[in-house]
């Protein structure tokens, strides 16, 4: 498995790719390769993750005499692309295909990243050396289809969280939780989790509790500009926008809040926003793929146009306005990730594609 950013804090490739290479021990002995450098994401990790730095040139050499020494056969799956080596990062997947790779996987996180860094014919003629490409959304892969990839080498398969992981705070933890990050007990607390970069919309979301004084916002993340324009907000003085750094464990900030809250333009599959549901939180967020297969409005959350800073208030204030209908709501977001997006079955998925045995 090589995961082009890893560093699972906050970010959704990267958990995604932690949370699936702790279930695929059920299967395989997946291991975690990535150029980033630094230490084991957590204590204990559960799955071994090798760091290959970088050092000013490309590790993906060192990467493959790595996987070489490995006893066949193994496959190889690719989360995402590289935004400083992309063509050396396609011809690594090129070589995992031409030199003894049982099956390569491609895992795409958005589209736009696709169209970021497939931009040219050589690029395209490269990438097609994926068996198959996993698209958490139907539009990423009606996407695809469009730019020429083969429908049979797409699998439409959701992300997934442990809900066993992430699971609602007993109302006692909750409170106590809540008096820690400074969140008043008798106020709606909304969260957002993720990176802070220009097409997550976290200055709409800041500007939008100025002018709802009468809930608050928690913000868990950092700025990242590695895929967009540059982003930046100024916190408000009011006292209802708490702003809180990157974290390991986002589980006592998502125990603590009542509503998850996005502002995105384009997602694949929000792993922050599963993590939130399995928490018992209803999503209000906007009206886009790897949201609308997710969320139904009056019954798991609520949607919003994009970009619409009106729709947005309008949203926040229907939450406010059926405090006393929360638990309905807290109930159904939970059930909706654990039938639907649970970790066990997304690796299945997997283990059916990296071992040929898809129907």
């Known amino acids: 498995m090589i995961a082009e950013f890893f560093w699972p804090s906050i970010g959704g490739l990267e958990n995604s790719t932690a949370y699936l290479a702790e279930a695929l021990q059920a299967y395989h002995e997946p291991e975690v390769l990535t150029p980033v450098p630094g230490g084991a994401f957590k204590d204990n990790a559960p799955f071994p993750v090798k760091r290959f730095p970088s050092q000013g040139h490309p590790p993906y050499d060192a990467m493959w005499d790595h996987i070489a020494a490995h006893e066949p056969p193994f496959a190889v799956c690719f989360f995402g692309f590289s935004d400083e080596w992309t063509d050396a990062h396609l011809e690594f997947l090129a070589r995992a295909r031409r030199d003894g790779a049982e099956r390569v996987l491609l895992k795409l996180p958005t589209m736009h990243e696709f169209e970021l860094y497939v931009s040219n014919e050589e690029r395209k003629k490269q990438v097609l050396n994926a068996d198959y490409f996993i698209c958490p959304n139907p539009a990423i892969q009606e996407g695809l289809i469009r730019a020429g990839i083969p429908r049979q080498k797409t699998v439409h398969r959701p992300n997934g969280v442990p809900t066993n992981r992430f699971v609602p705070a007993a109302p006692v933890q909750k409170e106590a939780l809540g008096e820690k990050y400074g969140l008043g007990a008798d106020r709606l607390a909304f969260i957002f989790t993720g990176r802070f970069a220009e097409r997550k919309r976290v200055g709409m979301l800041v500007e939008a509790f100025k002018r709802v004084p009468q809930a608050d916002l928690v913000l868990l993340g950092y700025f990242d500009n590695r895929f967009d324009a540059g982003s930046s907000f100024e916190v408000p003085e009011n006292g209802n926008v708490h702003l809180f750094g990157p974290t390991f464990d986002v589980l006592p ?45 009056g019954v798991n959350g609520q949607l919003y146009a994009p970009d619409s800073l009106d729709g947005l208030i309008e949203q926040i204030h229907w939450f406010l306005q059926r405090r006393d209908e929360l638990p309905r709501l807290s109930a159904f977001a939970r059930e909706t990730v654990v039938s639907r997006f649970n970790i066990e079955s997304v690796a299945a998925t997997y283990h059916r594609l990296l071992t040929g045995s898809v129907e």
Request: glycine residues 8%; proline residues 9%.
């Open 253 to 297: 900030y998502l125990q603590a809040t009542d509503v998850f809250i996005s502002a995105s333009l384009a997602e694949g599959m929000p792993n922050s926003m599963l993590e939130g549901l399995s928490c018992g939180l209803p999503a209000l967020v906007t009206a886009i793929p790897g949201h609308l297969e997710v969320i139904e409005p």
